[in-house]
Structure formats: structure tokens, C-alpha cells
């Protein structure tokens, strides 16, 4: 079976601490009333939107979702790390195929620990996640996707916007699957203006295309899924350098902001790089990451971030050798035993003729 959105508010809500999830009944949220009286939806008088579901939901609430209806806050991605996540669901060589770990910890429930025999994706009773629901922590509720609630109740998705296109993409998911995502804020009060001033004030949207031309809001995707996005492929080399340059963080859009800064300020050649070739695309992972690491950490990178603020490294790959590590893992090629992320990516592109 699917997960449901009821047809009045979701079912779960979070305290401050996000330690604990709360069960509350759907009835809790409308307003009493005569029988036959238009109900309020937490103040609002809006019974039509295709979003009500989404009206009430609260900050800090884990909120059921249709990965259909969530409305992206980046006008790209990087290609390559969504097909390295496709290729790990489809080729990978895992006990447990990969992308029921990355649906628990999506859903605030850490990894999968047990999968049926031809469990799917689209039927959470055919796996088990390591918490129950009900049985989150702090620490599993904090990585999971993030959403602000917008005018009409339509939730803006402000991170996981490669897991959730993978989840789309994948041959067992689709617009119709169902997830959590961590509500930072119910902005469905505010006018479009409104909500569009305070979403760039606090750095929820990114408005830049992979050229760095400027986007407009009303030109972002309007839905997950490889063909709403363009490709940006400095957002993909930038994923792929996690822990070798920098460390990701709890920065939105922190990948774009150094991507943007590999583009505009070129601190390495790369007009060899062969996105198709293990080799070349381990070279340009190389070159910028030891490029980010050599930075001062008050360099300017864009935005008004400097490089510590935007978590670089101190030394290049934690200080290790080139056959140590986080780099060493990247390296290994699709034949061994536990292929590196690119080998996956480029195995993805290969076998489905995408390079």
C-alpha cells in the first residue's frame, strides 16, 4: 500500500526538540461548528486549493507528502548525483538495495535494516526502517528533507530535491510515492510577494541558472523529476567532493554556492574534463577540492559566504593520501566489490545510453 495524505491535515506532529512524534487526530484542526458550517482551516477559508491538506501543517512537524506535489526551490541539479543514486537502486551490489536506506532516512526513520522478497518502494510494509514510526530522534528527524509551506497550502521543498527526483525517477516510485519532509516554517498566510521576499531572505531559494544568469520565481519547476531541471554540472562535481573539500552542512544550496564559485572564478582548468571517463572526472574532483582546501577560510566565495562558512576543509581529503579515504572510496572503479559513487554515475550513463 501507499502512504495516504488525509484528506484534512497529516497525521504527525513534532515537538520543538523534534524527539518524539505526536499522534493527532485529523478532526483536531478543524473548527467547530454548526453542522453543514464551512470549516476554517486554521484560519483560513479555503476548502478548494489542491493543497489543504498542507494548510495546517505546524514548524518542526513531519509532514506526510506526495513527492508530486512538492514545488522545487532551484531552477537545476547535478545530473551525475542523481544518476549515481539511480545506478546504485538499479546496478548497485548492496545487501540491501540502497534506496529503501535512503526512503527510511528521508523519512526520519535512519536506514533500512530488512527488506521482503520483491519489496518496493511504493509499499513501505514491504521493508523495515530502523525506528518504527513514532520512534524518531532528534538526531534521525534532523536529516531528513526539509519544506516550507507556501500560499494555498503548496509545500516548497528547500532541500532534497536529487533524492526526491531520484524517488520520482525510479522505476518503483514516481509523482505518486509518498515521504516525510521536516516543515521549517507555515508561510500560507502571506500574500505571493510576501512569501517570495521572506523565502530569499532567509536563503530558501536559489535563483541562478548553471550559467549564473538570474532565474525568476515564477520560472522554477513546478515539480521534482529529471526533465523539470537543468543540468548543472558543477553542482555534480561538487557532490561528489563532499568530505575531500569541504564538508556538507546545514547550509541550503551550499553545493550551488561552490559551484558557482569553480565557474566564475576557474581555480582549476577543466576544459579537459570528461564527464564519461572515470579517470578525467576523478582529476576534476581532484583539482577543485585541493583548489577549496587551499583557500583562506575568509576567502569570499559568493552570496556572502566565505570558504569556512561554506565548511572547506582544512586539509585536502581529511589530511589523508590520495588511496586513503574519502577520495580512495570515489576511486574505486564499477568491478569491484564497492564501486565508488562516479563509478555507479558513469556505469548509470553507460548502460542507459547517457553519456
Given at each position: 500500500?501507499?502512504?495516504r495524505?488525509?484528506?484534512?491535515?497529516?497525521?504527525?506532529?513534532?515537538?520543538?526538540?523534534?524527539?518524539?512524534?505526536?499522534?493527532?487526530?485529523?478532526?483536531?484542526?478543524?473548527?467547530?461548528?454548526?453542522?453543514?458550517?464551512?470549516?476554517s482551516?486554521?484560519?483560513?477559508?479555503?476548502?478548494?486549493?489542491?493543497?489543504?491538506?498542507?494548510?495546517?501543517?505546524?514548524?518542526?512537524?513531519?509532514?506526510?507528502?506526495?513527492?508530486?506535489?512538492?514545488h522545487?526551490?532551484?531552477?537545476?541539479?547535478?545530473?551525475?548525483?542523481?544518476?549515481?543514486?539511480?545506478?546504485?537502486?538499479?546496478l548497485?551490489?548492496?545487501?540491501?538495495?540502497?534506496?529503501?536506506?535512503?526512503?527510511?532516512?528521508?523519512?526520519?526513520?535512519?536506514?533500512?535494516?530488512?527488506?521482503?522478497?520483491?519489496?518496493?518502494?511504493?509499499?513501505?510494509?514491504?521493508?523495515?526502517?530502523?525506528?518504527?514510526?513514532?520512534?524518531?530522534?532528534?538526531?534521525?528527524?534532523?536529516?531528513?528533507?526539509?519544506?516550507?509551506?507556501?500560499?494555498?497550502?503548496?509545500?516548497?521543498?528547500?532541500?532534497?530535491?536529487?533524492?526526491?527526483?531520484?524517488?520520482?525517477?525510479?522505476?518503483?516510485?514516481?509523482?505518486?510515492l509518498?515521504?516525510?519532509?521536516?516543515?521549517?516554517?507555515?508561510?500560507?498566510?502571506?500574500?505571493?510577494?510576501?512569501?517570495?521576499?521572506?523565502?530569499?531572505?532567509?536563503?530558501?531559494?536559489?535563483?541562478?541558472d548553471?550559467?549564473?544568469?538570474?532565474?525568476?520565481?515564477?520560472?522554477?519547476?513546478?515539480?521534482?523529476?529529471?526533465?523539470?531541471?537543468?543540468?548543472?554540472?558543477?553542482?555534480?562535481?561538487?557532490?561528489?567532493?563532499?568530505?575531500?573539500?569541504?564538508?556538507?552542512?546545514?547550509?541550503?544550496?551550499?553545493?550551488?554556492?561552490?559551484?558557482?564559485?569553480?565557474?566564475?572564478?576557474?581555480?582549476?582548468?577543466?576544459?579537459?574534463?570528461?564527464?564519461?571517463?572515470?579517470?578525467?572526472?576523478?582529476?576534476?574532483?581532484?583539482?577543485?577540492?585541493?583548489?577549496?582546501?587551499?583557500?583562506?577560510?575568509t576567502?569570499?566565495i559568493?552570496?556572502?559566504?566565505?570558504?569556512?562558512?561554506?565548511?572547506?576543509?582544512?586539509?585536502?581529503?581529511?589530511?589523508?593520501?590520495?588511496?586513503?579515504?574519502?577520495?580512495?572510496?570515489?576511486?574505486?572503479?564499477?568491478?569491484?566489490?564497492?564501486?565508488?559513487?562516479l563509478?555507479?554515475?558513469?556505469?548509470?550513463?553507460?548502460?542507459?545510453?547517457?553519456?
Amino acid at each position: 500500500m501507499r502512504f495516504r495524505v488525509p484528506s484534512a491535515v497529516p497525521l504527525l506532529a513534532v515537538g520543538a526538540a523534534l524527539a518524539s512524534v505526536a499522534t493527532t487526530a485529523p478532526a483536531a484542526f478543524a473548527a467547530p461548528g454548526a453542522p453543514g458550517e464551512r470549516p476554517s482551516f486554521c484560519g483560513h477559508d479555503n476548502r478548494k486549493t489542491p493543497f489543504a491538506a498542507y494548510l495546517c501543517a505546524e514548524p518542526g512537524q513531519l509532514l506526510d507528502v506526495r513527492i508530486g506535489d512538492v514545488h522545487p526551490t532551484q531552477p537545476s541539479l547535478g545530473y551525475d548525483e542523481v544518476y549515481y543514486k539511480l545506478g546504485r537502486y538499479t546496478l548497485g551490489k548492496d545487501a540491501v538495495n540502497k534506496k529503501f536506506s535512503d526512503w527510511c532516512e528521508a523519512d526520519g526513520r535512519i536506514e533500512a535494516v530488512a527488506v521482503q522478497p520483491g519489496a518496493r518502494l511504493d509499499d513501505p510494509s514491504s521493508f523495515t526502517c530502523t525506528l518504527p514510526v513514532g520512534g524518531e530522534t532528534a538526531d534521525s528527524t534532523a536529516a531528513m528533507k526539509t519544506v516550507v509551506i507556501g500560499p494555498g497550502g503548496e509545500p516548497f521543498l528547500t532541500d532534497g530535491h536529487h533524492t526526491l527526483t531520484s524517488f520520482y525517477e525510479t522505476p518503483d516510485g514516481g509523482a505518486d510515492l509518498h515521504v516525510r519532509l521536516r516543515v521549517l516554517a507555515n508561510l500560507s498566510t502571506l500574500t505571493q510577494k510576501d512569501f517570495w521576499a521572506r523565502m530569499q531572505a532567509e536563503k530558501w531559494v536559489y535563483l541562478s541558472d548553471p550559467e549564473g544568469d538570474p532565474v525568476k520565481v515564477n520560472k522554477l519547476p513546478t515539480s521534482v523529476g529529471l526533465a523539470n531541471f537543468q543540468d548543472d554540472e558543477y553542482r555534480s562535481l561538487l557532490y561528489f567532493g563532499r568530505d575531500i573539500g569541504y564538508t556538507q552542512d546545514s547550509v541550503p544550496f551550499q553545493e550551488f554556492y561552490w559551484g558557482s564559485w569553480i565557474r566564475d572564478a576557474a581555480p582549476v582548468d577543466l576544459s579537459a574534463w570528461d564527464r564519461n571517463d572515470l579517470a578525467s572526472y576523478l582529476a576534476a574532483v581532484e583539482g577543485t577540492t585541493r583548489a577549496m582546501t587551499a583557500l583562506p577560510k575568509t576567502a569570499p566565495i559568493g552570496s556572502g559566504f566565505t570558504a569556512g562558512g561554506l565548511d572547506a576543509l582544512d586539509q585536502w581529503n581529511a589530511g589523508k593520501a590520495a588511496d586513503k579515504g574519502e577520495f580512495d572510496k570515489l576511486s574505486k572503479p564499477y568491478s569491484d566489490a564497492k564501486p565508488g559513487k562516479l563509478a555507479y554515475a558513469l556505469e548509470y550513463k553507460r548502460v542507459n545510453g547517457l553519456g
